[in-house]
């Protein structure tokens, strides 16, 4: 009995240990980006430049998951990696709420197309190139649904589940 207990524990997601959390963070972020590539070249769903921002945002959070998996600290230094998570997700989460927003948008509200990104990253400061970006442009008003949500709609939601695995994966106490 006590065979079967053990194994239905490590069956359950939320009594893993911190580093089975963050190696799964980290397969998630992935599997994430895996799907943004799919849907780029197989569905040829061309992505805007806040798009890309929030694949950055999954990025940042699958190398933060990683390093922190492997290093598997105790306690405090847990946090360290849990704020870098934090950071992707916050950074990830504001483009995703920008661009709903300008997806919401009425068609005579949407601000004219800009350049694609690789062109400003190429002559602007980045500064600007945030700027502009932010500012958004016609390309990112337009509504790609996957499963009934426009994908930023999705990210939105993946930005904040991942933050509070994060957050959940900091908290436990064994390794």
């Not at 911190?18 to 780029?40: D, I, P, Q």
């Not at 992505?47 to 929030?54: A, N, S, V, Y």
């Not at 601000?111 to 442009?137: Q, R």
């Amino acid at each position: 009995m006590s065979l079967f207990a053990s194994h239905h524990d490590a069956m359950n997601p939320l009594n893993w240990s911190y580093r089975s959390r963050f190696f799964a963070g980290f397969a998630v972020c992935m599997a994430l980006l895996g799907f943004a590539l799919y849907a780029e070249h197989v569905l040829a769903m061309i992505p805007c430049p806040l798009c890309i921002f929030q694949r950055i945002g999954f990025l940042v959070m699958a190398v933060f998951f990683l390093v922190g998996a492997v290093h598997a600290p105790r306690a405090g230094g847990r946090w360290a990696y849990t704020a870098g998570v934090l950071l992707g997700a916050l950074f990830g989460g504001v483009v995703a709420g920008r661009h709903l927003w300008i997806q919401s948008l009425p068609a005579d509200r949407v601000p004219s197309c800009g350049p694609d990104l690789g062109y400003m990253m190429d002559t602007f400061p980045f500064a600007k190139v945030l700027k502009m970006v932010f500012t958004g442009s016609g390309e990112c008003a337009k509504v790609e649904p996957v499963l009934g949500l426009p994908m930023p709609a999705w990210t939105l939601l993946w930005f904040v589940l991942l933050a509070a695995w994060a957050v959940m994966a900091a908290r436990r106490r064994s390794a």
